[in-house]
């Protein structure tokens, strides 16, 4: 893989004739892409106030990821309850949300918000039988036209747990952790549970579940019991098959310290066919720590700003060989937008800055942090070239369409990047 680039900014204002948008800080926020437009989606202000949630609750925002504005996308119709910790999934032009933290507890109902009306429709199951606990920080990625969702933080409902499944209680309510699994299809309204071979993976909530090819998801680190764990396990959706609980060889083995509330992207377009072993890149989040005071269970932390990506296949780890120094956070959402099936960038807003349970308040963030991976395409590679040698070209450039002057300024940006790798 060629180089992995990386800077934080302030993404610019709306384009000429828009009202300029200014997107309210938050963490906990869920993002899917389309289109080249990022779609954030709610989130909290507050860790100790559910009723404080992001502002513009109803607002679906929006960045366009060649022009780097963002734009308020009001919606319509019966929203998702779930303020945080939701599951975001787009199935072509329609988003899926799924379960997340509400006012009083958690949900696991699916909403669905097709692009072309903006209005927002509960998608009922059939029936709720197989559905999964009400839950919120859990996994969810989309395969062949359905969602697949993977632990978390649950509710026991007091079903009988089918083989393999676990649920640790962490308090005498009924909250703890999951590693059930889940499908449902949206075409049918039905949930399904799949009869899955090898051993399922422990327990945790935020974790990262990533889809990596057309038919595998790799589930990271999260929150076990009470610890923060860096445990690996890879999922083959086509056969429903775990690989087991994979864990380094030796202290000496390179791999990620164990974390929760990180995230992580496919640096391959995982709905491409390819000969090439995938590549997961796993940012930041929150390290494991100490008990809080008297509450033993409440574990500080310190807030990460490495990043690390696993060759799937090798199931080796390689370091990034430097941080993106001060844009280390947690519990943000990132997403991969692809160019070519090996290249593109990666984008990540939201989160906090500090330990949300040490300070018991979040440095909540708003700024976005674009990092580009593989190699350029001749198209960007020109628009570099003219960017450093302006002047030759300053009689033309009015010649170009706008877009075009706008793509040519914001790859500024991506000159002045960071090299990672």
Not at 356 to 363: D, I, P, T, V, W
Not at 408 to 416: A, F, G, I, Q, T
């Amino acid at each position: 893989m060629a180089g992995l680039l990386g800077e934080s900014y302030k993404t610019d204002s709306a384009v000429e004739g828009e009202v300029p948008i200014e997107l309210p800080p938050r963490f906990g926020c869920s993002s899917c892409l389309i289109n080249n437009h990022v779609y954030v989606w709610r989130g909290s202000t507050n860790i100790n106030s559910r009723v404080d949630a992001a502002q513009d609750e109803n607002t679906l925002y929006s960045l366009d990821v060649e022009t780097l504005n963002w734009a308020a996308n009001p919606t319509k119709g019966r929203a998702p309850r779930a303020l945080a910790g939701m599951g975001m999934c787009a199935i072509d032009k329609v988003i899926y949300v799924f379960g997340g933290w509400v006012l009083f507890g958690r949900s696991n109902d699916v909403h669905c918000l097709p692009l072309d009306s903006m209005t927002w429709c509960e998608v009922k199951a059939v029936s709720m039988i197989n559905a999964p606990l009400r839950k919120d920080k859990f996994g969810m990625v989309e395969y062949d036209g359905k969602l697949v969702i993977c632990a978390g933080a649950a509710e026991s409902d007091m079903r009988p747990l089918r083989p393999g499944v676990q649920f640790i209680n962490y308090d005498s309510y009924g909250f703890g952790w999951t590693n059930e699994l889940h499908v449902f299809d949206p075409k049918t309204r039905c949930w399904s549970v799949p009869d899955s071979t090898g051993e399922m993976p422990r327990p945790c909530a935020a974790a990262s579940f990533t889809k990596v090819d057309q038919c595998t998801a790799v589930l990271f680190g999260g929150r076990h019991k009470d610890g923060r764990v860096n445990d690996l396990a890879i999922l083959n959706m086509e056969k429903w098959e775990w690989s087991g609980i994979l864990l380094p060889l030796s202290p000496k083995t390179p791999w990620p310290c164990p974390r929760s509330f990180h995230s992580a992207v496919s640096l391959h377009d995982p709905n491409v066919p390819s000969t090439l072993s995938p590549k997961l890149l796993v940012l930041w989040g929150l390290s494991s720590g100490d008990p809080l005071g008297d509450n033993q269970r409440e574990l500080s932390g310190e807030v990460l700003d490495d990043a690390w990506i696993l060759d799937v296949k090798q199931l080796s780890w390689t370091k990034v060989s430097s941080s993106l120094e001060g844009n280390g956070r947690l519990w943000h959402s990132s997403v991969a937008s692809y160019i070519l099936p090996c290249e593109g960038q990666v984008i990540t807003f939201g989160g906090s800055a500090v330990d949300l349970y040490r300070f018991g308040s979040a440095n909540k963030l708003s700024d976005v942090v674009m990092m580009e991976f593989g190699v350029k395409t001749l198209f960007r590679s020109c628009a570099l070239f003219i960017n450093r040698n302006m002047e030759l070209f300053q009689d033309h450039l009015g010649l170009l369409p706008a877009h075009m002057l706008a793509y040519l300024h914001n790859c500024v940006r991506y000159d002045k990047a960071k090299k990672l790798l």
